[in-house]
């Protein structure tokens, strides 16, 4: 079956930049999503179609997907930016969706 | 605004069953495909099934297929999970999800909590 990779733990200075992958073989070829999720909250959408934001979603968020591995990044990294990032694809030929096992970025 | 409410959660024996609704609001729930994903305490997030607008397309994820069923009422704006056959493993919080229509889930409900009794 299908898995998504993705490393347990990054962190970062405020200030900097925050880069999350998200590994599954072939990933380019299709679409991923990214969802941000602060304790005790339901996850919110920040990455759509593997580099588009929704809207309120700040610009230091985008996102992109090439080969094997997708990526989430986070510029002038904030205090409030520290939560877990999940990425999540769709298998459009057995419909079943698929998330990463999620990501604590911690802002140090 | 997009709004999903659950609730039904609760403490529950194994081998019981319990079901749970999500109520939606803000946007036009009959034509809007939806999803349910659960959450175990301290872990991540796993997909539990689907339903489409009409409910003519569905699916399960292999952990709880055959035991749990997704259906919905358009007119009431309501989406349900009937869970039947609960383990401990099932423990979890559920998520009610609007798909974007490209396979992402662009609004989430706050939660409902499922756990167990010995």
């Known amino acids: 079956s299908y898995v998504l990779t993705q490393p347990p733990s990054v962190s970062v200075a405020p200030g900097k930049t925050a880069t999350m992958t998200c590994v599954g073989t072939?990933?380019?070829?299709?679409?991923v999503h990214w969802y941000q999720q602060k304790p005790g909250q339901a996850p919110v959408q920040v990455i759509y179609s593997s580099s588009d934001r929704p809207s309120g979603i700040p610009e230091r968020f985008s996102g992109s997907n090439s080969g094997n591995t997708a990526a989430l990044t986070i510029n002038r990294v904030e205090a409030g930016d520290e939560a877990d990032y999940y990425c999540?694809?769709?298998?459009?030929?057995?419909?079943?969706?698929?998330f990463g096992g999620g990501t604590k970025l911690t802002v140090l | 605004q997009v709004q999903l409410v659950e609730s039904g959660g609760g403490v529950v024996q194994p081998g019981r069953s319990l079901r749970l609704s999500c109520a939606a609001s803000?946007?036009?729930?009959?034509?809007?495909?939806m999803h349910w994903v659960r959450q175990p305490p301290g872990k991540g997030l796993e997909w539990v099934g689907f339903i489409s607008s009409d409910e003519s397309n569905y699916n399960y994820a292999d952990s709880v297929k055959g035991r749990f069923s997704i259906s919905r009422d358009n007119s009431k704006s309501t989406l349900y999970l009937e869970m039947n056959s609960l383990t401990i493993e099932d423990t979890a919080v559920y998520y009610c999800?609007?798909?974007?229509?490209?396979?992402?889930?662009?609004?989430w409900g706050q939660g409902t909590q499922v756990t167990f009794s010995s």
């Open positions: 803000g946007f036009t729930f009959p034509i809007s495909t």
């Open positions: 999540q694809v769709w298998d459009r030929v057995i419909d079943h969706w698929l």
């Open positions: 072939n990933i380019g070829s299709g679409s």
């Open positions: 999800a609007r798909d974007r229509g490209d396979g992402s889930f662009d609004s």
